[in-house]
């Protein structure tokens, strides 16, 4: 593993843990056992450490989500999918909320650019959402962002407590929103 793959790990998973705001460089470079000038040579400040951070998750995540949405047939098997990956990702040892959610709530107002590139996984991730539907399906665009509301909102649950033993509950409620009467 390079150093740089190396500090990213480590900040990611601090960044997750505690927030962007409350780890400052040292604790990272303590954490990664590097030198603060590594840290610089590679991100040069921590505002591109954190960019870098949520560009890497991003990535992961949508690679992940796209391949799994990707193997379905049909929209149930769509809507499933990405239900089934956000389940999947709640019972993980390392969840603690959505960083980008997070990233958006510290960084709004103040750093527009980590601001945007939250914004802009949350945009991607609504595009996803569009592919559950099959093309000529009537309001698709109210459909998506009331699952969009829905799924933040199991995230947002999930990482205020245990949320399994309830996937039927919510699998039901996606289902009515995407496929019920509006």
Do not use: P
């Amino acid at each position: 593993m390079s150093k740089k793959t190396h500090i990213l790990d480590v900040a990611e998973q601090l960044f997750n843990e505690l927030g962007y705001t409350a780890v400052g460089v040292d604790l990272i470079r303590d954490r990664a056992e590097v030198s603060k000038t590594s840290m610089y040579r590679h991100f040069g400040s921590k505002h591109n450490l954190i960019e870098a951070v949520l560009m890497r998750r991003h990535q992961r995540f949508e690679e992940a989500l796209k391949g799994q949405v990707a193997a379905a047939n049909d929209s149930l098997g769509r809507l499933d999918a990405i239900l089934d990956w956000h389940f999947d990702w709640f019972k993980a040892s390392h969840f603690k909320g959505c960083m980008f959610m997070h990233a958006l709530a510290e960084f709004k107002g103040h750093d527009q650019a980590l601001a945007d590139q939250a914004l802009s996984h949350k945009a991607w991730l609504k595009s996803l959402v569009l592919t559950v539907f099959e093309a000529g399906e009537t309001e698709t665009a109210v459909r998506a962002e009331s699952l969009m509301t829905f799924l933040e909102g199991m995230i947002v649950r999930a990482e205020f407590g245990d949320i399994s033993g309830q996937e039927i509950v919510y699998r039901q409620g996606a289902r009515a929103l995407a496929f019920g009467n509006l």
